[in-house]
């Protein structure tokens, strides 16, 4: 089925609302010329980013989202707690951080988006580096004492779920 005019013409008509009632607001200025160009940039813009839109997400396992929400609730209060006592530590007894290479089964890209903002989100992990063929990925953690436990935890805790949810 064909998409109607508005639809070809405003692809993502909250975000084109969200950017005019944002221009309108931080102009401070409800003018004609003022509403004109809100409407130029809530239609343009979107029509100008779409092909840097990702794909349509669809959940296809809404209860292993809500236990993967708490899973990493619940380990970003453990994570705050090692990085607290690492950074509180003797300096004999300082954390040694390092980095993984955790190799990726998950391709959706809506996953991966999910994937990366789990990692920057839990204290003392950082995503730093996508492969270009999105088969592995490079993670920095504060305290690394065994790096293929971490791997193991990445990939059963965050990665399994993930493509249960979206693949």
Not at 27 to 41: H, K
Not at 76 to 93: C, E, M, S
Not at 146 to 153: F, G, P, S, T
Request: a positive charge; proline letters at 7%.
């Amino acid at each position: 089925m064909k998409p109607s005019l508005f639809r070809r013409c405003v692809p993502a008509p909250l975000l084109s609302l969200a950017l005019m009632a944002l221009w309108l607001l931080l102009n401070d200025a409800f003018s004609l010329g003022a509403w004109l160009m809100a409407v130029l940039l809530g239609v343009a813009a979107p029509l100008l980013t779409a092909s840097l839109r990702s794909t349509p997400v669809s959940l296809k396992r809404p209860a292993v989202a809500w236990r993967l929400f708490w899973q990493v609730g619940a380990d970003v209060l453990i994570w705050n707690w090692r990085v607290l006592r690492g950074t509180l530590a003797r300096p004999g007894k300082l954390p040694q951080g390092g980095f993984v290479r955790v190799p990726l089964e998950l391709r959706d890209p809506n996953g991966l988006a999910a994937l990366a903002v789990i990692m920057c989100v839990i204290p003392g992990t950082i995503w730093s580096e996508l492969a270009l063929d999105r088969s592995a990925l490079l993670v920095h953690m504060f305290e690394l004492e065994n790096a293929q436990a971490e791997i193991d935890l990445i990939k059963t805790r965050y990665e399994r779920p993930l493509m249960e949810i979206f693949e």
